[in-house]
């Protein structure tokens, strides 16, 4: 079904859903963005809600849902040498980068671009972070791609879903600074998480020389559950999270954005809009 023929039906209200068809062998998640990715830290302090490196560290038994905000630092990683790799790496991809551990952050990441290669940073940002990288690594403007989760424009929200993440002004704040900095900039609204994201897109548009991704919480039932997130608040939140992105919705706001060239969609709208999804990794397309 063709994605006019989608939006035909939504807008005559009928109730009949999308079912696509995956193709196996298509990419998900990071390797949208990147063909490497670089961590040296188990556990999260930002301990978002939804997080699916905490749903894999939990299934496999590395860490529990009392103990994922308990930073371990794999200090054998810090001495890791990186070859030049084709591609980009992802720096983090199952962890963050905070204030306590700034200082392994910087020698972890000098590390990587010492080899010339290309990174994409992506974090929740704290602006003393940002400020740091920015500059400590200015000869690598570059090499060097931030990407900046920012899935609210309202605080409130933020704080909920990702308790030890900073507020909106926050990420805004670290964003200008990168921008003006002379850094490459860029935007993940994955996951969205609620309907304020027309504000994100346009609060943070003059400072993105890069692009503004947009996607859906992938999977939340289940990783809340996995989690040890199943208070009746948060799954009420989830459940009215999951409204707002109904198909329905989704295709509302591609309408809308899809003439955007600064905004892009991660694989869960993809499928919804009829845009193929990329079978080779790190096309960041």
């Known amino acids: 079904m063709k994605l006019g023929q989608k939006l035909a039906i939504v807008n005559n209200g009928a109730t009949n859903s999308y079912c696509d068809k995956s193709d196996s062998k298509q990419v998900f998640g990071t390797f ?14 930002h301990d978002c809600k939804y997080c699916y490196s905490k749903e894999m560290a939990i299934r496999f038994h590395k860490k529990t849902p009392g103990n994922w905000h308990i930073e371990e630092v794999r200090t054998h990683s810090l001495t890791r040498k990186f070859k030049r790799v084709d591609g980009t790496i992802m720096f983090p991809s199952s962890h963050d980068i905070h204030p306590e551990h700034l200082k392994e952050c910087l020698l972890f990441l ?10 994409l940073v992506v974090t929740k940002p704290h602006l003393e972070c940002i400020q740091a990288i920015c500059e400590k690594f200015g000869q690598f403007k570059n090499n060097i791609l931030f990407r900046f989760t920012i899935g609210s424009a309202d605080s409130s929200n933020l704080e909920f879903w990702e308790p030890g993440a900073p507020s909106f002004p926050e990420r805004i704040e670290a ?10 900039t860029s ?15 346009r609060i943070t548009s003059p400072f993105v020389t890069d692009c503004i991704w947009i996607g859906k919480a992938n999977f939340l039932l289940r990783r809340l559950k996995l989690n040890g997130v199943g208070d009746s608040v948060t799954l009420e939140k989830a459940s009215e999270l999951l409204a707002d992105q109904s198909e329905e919705n989704i295709l509302g706001l591609f309408s809308k954005f899809s003439d955007n060239p600064k905004v892009k969609w991660k694989e869960s709208i993809k499928k ?3 845009i193929d999804v990329p079978t080779q990794k790190g096309l960041d397309i």
């Open 175 to 184: 964003l200008k600074w990168a921008f003006h900095s002379g850094f490459n």
């Open 32 to 45: 949208e963005w990147a063909s490497h990715n670089a961590n040296f830290i188990s556990g999260c302090q």
């Open 187 to 201: 935007i993940s609204c994955e996951p969205m998480l609620d309907d304020t994201i027309e504000d994100v897109i």
């Open 110 to 119: 000098g590390n990587i671009l010492a080899s010339g290669n290309q990174v």
């Open 272 to 274: 919804i809009v009829d």
